[in-house]
């Protein structure tokens, strides 16, 4: 017997301890509930369920990349020598071995390493200290047209601070 499957919604939730017993539970019930409230009673549907992580966005990514230019310029380095030594200074290294053969190697923050959009921040945070420290103006993600993907109060705080003192 052969079926189709066609995505209807998402739902994002998490798994939570219930009296005794594990339960997946939506982060929101009301958007659950307005998304069932559109199926006909009787549809058969199939639960699939997928680990979520929100990863870094493409404008914290041109960011850290219009930060990383301009720490590159204030310090003589190319664009792609600074973003390799702030990640490396932010999240260190480790090393790999192939065959008889070591390499340090650090955290990417490519398309493809899903790096966690937590870490996209610390980094960007990072990044705006060393400016701070550096005495290099930046301009804010505000400032370059960039949506802020901040949900964390205090975010930018050391931005917001040098941009005032200057």
């Known amino acids: ?38 199926i006909p009673e009787g549809t058969r549907l199939a639960a699939v369920f997928e680990e979520y992580k929100a990863t870094r966005s493409d404008q914290q990514l041109a960011y850290h990349f219009v930060l990383i230019g301009y720490l590159a310029k204030h310090c003589g380095y190319t664009k792609d020598e600074m973003h390799d030594a702030v990640v490396r200074l932010k999240f260190g290294e480790r090393h790999v071995t192939i065959g008889d053969r070591t390499v340090a190697v650090r955290r990417s923050v490519s398309e493809s390493a899903k790096m966690p959009k937590g870490d996209m921040m610390a980094l960007i945070e990072y990044d705006l200290q060393l400016c701070e420290e550096l005495e290099v103006k930046v301009p804010s993600m505000e400032e370059l047209g960039y949506i802020s993907n901040y949900d964390t109060p205090g975010i930018g705080r050391a931005h917001k601070a040098a941009v005032n003192e200057n």
């Open 1 to 38: 017997m052969s079926s189709t499957r066609k995505p209807l919604f998402t739902v994002i939730g998490q798994v939570a301890d219930i009296v005794g017993q594990k339960r997946w539970v939506p982060n929101s019930r009301a958007h659950y509930l307005q998304q069932l409230s559109d």
